[in-house]
């Protein structure tokens, strides 16, 4: 776990952008288990791929006229219950941090992995969540 006063910038950076901060399993299951609506959630993490490509592709993408009805966010390594909760949901993929996922009236619709986000640019990411927006968010 990581100290709080380290992680409160980076979690910051989506919640100050009109993410929500789920810190609870029970907050997490609210919000994905929703049937109704699109939910775009974002695995947050300390790491420089978080950094340079995670955080600011999910906000450039949360800019386009298309957008998920609700955008929350879990952090890695700070909030553990809701990032066990959050992976839950996230199955079949494995644990991965950062991570963004898309979720339409309670089921996983699209996924990126730590391995599409890291070397990958933050527009690139945007790009691709704008298209999984443009098909599952009208």
Same mark, same amino acid.
């Given at each position: 776990?990581?100290?709080?006063?380290?992680?409160?910038?980076?979690?910051?950076?989506?919640?100050?952008?009109?993410? $929500? &901060?789920?810190?609870?399993?029970?907050?997490?299951?609210?919000?994905?288990? !929703?049937?109704? &609506? $699109?939910?775009?959630?974002?695995?947050?993490?300390? +790491? &420089? +791929?978080?950094?340079?490509? =995670? %955080?600011?592709? @999910?906000?450039?993408?949360?800019? !386009?006229?298309?957008?998920?009805?609700?955008?929350?966010?879990?952090? =890695? &390594?700070?909030? %553990?219950?809701?990032?066990?909760?959050? %992976?839950?949901?996230?199955?079949?993929?494995?644990?991965? !941090?950062?991570?963004?996922?898309?979720?339409?009236?309670?089921?996983?619709? #699209?996924?990126?992995? %730590?391995? #599409?986000?890291?070397? /990958?640019?933050?527009?690139?990411? @945007? #790009? /691709?969540?704008?298209? @999984?927006?443009?098909? #599952? +968010?009208?």
């Amino acid at each position: 776990m990581y100290p709080p006063e380290l992680v409160a910038p980076l979690a910051q950076d989506l919640t100050d952008f009109g993410f $929500t &901060g789920l810190q609870t399993a029970e907050a997490v299951d609210q919000a994905l288990s !929703s049937k109704t &609506g $699109t939910t775009l959630v974002v695995v947050n993490s300390v +790491c &420089g +791929c978080a950094a340079a490509n =995670a %955080r600011p592709g @999910a906000k450039m993408a949360a800019q !386009s006229e298309i957008k998920p009805d609700n955008l929350v966010t879990v952090f =890695a &390594g700070v909030d %553990r219950d809701a990032v066990e909760k959050a %992976r839950e949901f996230l199955l079949p993929y494995p644990p991965s !941090s950062p991570a963004i996922a898309l979720f339409k009236e309670g089921k996983l619709v #699209h996924m990126l992995e %730590r391995h #599409h986000i890291e070397g /990958n640019t933050a527009q690139a990411i @945007a #790009h /691709n969540l704008v298209q @999984a927006f443009e098909t #599952h +968010c009208k």
